[in-house]
């Protein structure tokens, strides 16, 4: 059962646009939630995080909105960067229990110089 | 500041065969995860470390996977005997202690040690 889904697999978007990605999930347990940047041969980088507290965070370039009734978050990118161009994974934990993250399959982003 | 190192990067073994894999976290942080990510796949948790105590390690193929963390510090994953599904890249995170009075912190994630078991 994925708890956590990203149903685009890819996305292209001519520079300087805006790119949204989105991320579904099932849990309505999870409580915070948080979106990661993965280049090839690296590790996922740490980009941003909204509780569900909030409903938008916003840091420089890139904003997460929540909705918490549709169970739906998404990354907005604006304007979009050819170094942007990366694997967008976003990732959920609940308020209780152990605290772990569900990661979803992802979603490449690829800006179009 | 260090990031999270990992050793090997790349290792390439036959199955049935043994490996382990290597993991200091960033300085100070008491959670140390590792995960699994399959290509196409998101990383999956295989096991959680809070200092030297498992927290979670449900996901755990305990068969043939194993972890220790000894002195809460560097920890060790060791795959004995391998099989073909076990390709992938195992991944080490780092956060600070989680824990329900505490506000979450993100992961810090390693390299990465791709597998491939031939």
């Known amino acids: 059962d994925q708890q956590v889904k990203q149903n685009s697999p890819s996305l292209s978007v001519q520079e300087g646009r805006i790119s949204i990605l989105n991320c579904d999930y099932t849990?309505?347990?999870?409580?915070?939630f948080l979106w990661y940047k993965k280049y090839p041969a690296e590790g996922p980088t740490f980009l941003i995080s909204?509780?569900?507290?909030?409903d938008k965070n916003e840091d420089g370039r890139f904003t997460v909105f929540l909705n918490k009734s549709a169970k739906h978050l998404s990354l907005h990118i604006v304007p979009s960067q050819p170094g942007d161009s990366a694997v967008y994974f976003c990732?959920?934990?609940?308020?209780?229990?152990?605290?772990?993250?569900?990661f979803g399959t992802g979603t490449r982003l690829k800006v179009l110089a | 500041e260090a990031g999270v190192a990992q050793s090997p990067r790349y290792k390439i073994i036959e199955k049935r065969q043994s490996v382990a894999f290597w993991c200091n976290p960033i300085?100070?942080?008491?959670?140390l995860y590792w995960y699994q990510q399959i290509l196409g796949q998101g990383p999956k948790l295989l096991i959680q470390?809070?200092?030297?105590?498992?927290?979670?390690d449900s996901q755990l193929p305990k068969d043939r996977f194993s972890a220790e963390r000894l002195k809460g510090v560097d920890s060790t994953l060791k795959i004995q005997p391998a099989k073909l599904e076990d390709s992938a890249v195992y991944l080490c995170a780092s956060s600070l202690r989680v824990t329900q009075l505490l506000a979450k912190t993100a992961q810090f994630f390693g390299p990465g040690t791709r597998l491939t078991v031939l």
């Open positions: 470390f809070q200092n030297n105590g498992v927290v979670d």
């Open positions: 849990n309505s347990m999870f409580d915070y």
């Open positions: 300085s100070g942080h008491a959670t």
């Open positions: 909204i509780s569900s507290i909030k």
């Open positions: 990732a959920a934990s609940a308020a209780s229990g152990t605290y772990k993250y569900i």
